[in-house]
């Protein structure tokens, strides 16, 4: 069982559709070379996949002012970690469940970079405009 | 009703309490707790009759939470909130005594459907 770049689109804009009532629009472009919070959850088990959600600074702090319901300049970057955890903790979770199986969901790890590294090829990629940012959400094999 | 949210995600705390609102659940009061740990000192001091928690949580997951209740003998209406689903972790949550289990990414309408014949 694998997930393609479509379903990983698909599932992606029903997390932030169903539960930050935000419609993101798929975008060519690749992540920029900026600092890049990024947001992993792995699946370890009969799967073993690592699904990682890359935001640029607009777009973290975009879903963060959205899930806090807050002006985007008043959002803390401890909220904005959390945010973005936690939208990489819902893929996760619905990658989980599509791939089946016994497997486990890690808690969200975070990390910030200075630029996406596709050190192993993903095997989908979904990537969105995001209030002038670019969130990417990647599903590896780990 | 007090309903006591446990999630060790302050966003995600913040968008169930928001959505409990929403599916019109307004007079209910709702507490708060970042762990396992925690909620069982919230469901001590302030006796909530429903309890929504998340599954995957550090320190003490939410599974053991419900199984720490019950084996105190706490028999409080407790239904997870959660990323994870499957037949597994439904089979292991009804086990232990969950009465349901609502799946991220979730709507008010779907809080209002499992939650109503509980909170009527």
């Known amino acids: ?142 | 009703m007090k309903i006591l949210v446990v999630d060790d995600s302050k966003a995600m705390r913040m968008i169930v309490i928001r959505t409990l609102k929403q599916a019109g659940f307004d007079d209910c009061v709702t507490l708060e707790a970042s762990s396992g740990v925690e909620a069982l000192e919230v469901i001590a001091k302030e006796r909530p009759g429903l309890i929504l928690s998340d599954w995957n949580m550090p320190e003490m997951k939410g599974i053991d939470l419900l199984k720490k209740l019950r084996a105190d003998g706490n028999e409080t209406p407790f239904g997870f909130i959660t990323s994870e689903s499957g037949e597994d972790i439904a089979h292991v949550a009804t086990e232990a005594g969950a009465m349901f289990i609502v799946t991220k990414p979730f709507t008010a309408q779907k809080f209002g459907d499992v939650l109503s014949p509980i909170l009527a």
Request: proline share 5%; hydrophobic share 40%.
């Open chain 1, 1 to 142: 069982m694998n997930i393609n770049s479509e379903q990983l689109a698909e599932l992606t804009r029903n997390v932030c559709q169903a539960m930050l009532g935000l419609d993101i629009t798929p975008s060519p472009s690749p992540a920029s070379s900026e600092t890049q919070l990024t947001s992993k959850v792995c699946i370890s088990g009969q799967w073993n996949r690592t699904i990682e959600v890359v935001a640029s600074p607009e777009a973290a702090r975009c879903l963060a002012a959205t899930m806090f319901c807050m002006d985007p300049s008043e959002v803390a970057a401890s909220e904005i970690e959390d945010a973005v955890s936690e939208v990489a903790n819902m893929i996760g979770g619905n990658v989980k469940g599509i791939l089946g199986g016994d497997c486990e969901l890690s808690l969200p790890s975070i990390e910030s970079q200075s630029s996406v590294t596709l050190e192993t090829e993903p095997i989908a990629k979904a990537t969105f405009d995001l209030d002038n940012g670019v969130l990417q959400v990647l599903l590896k094999h780990s």
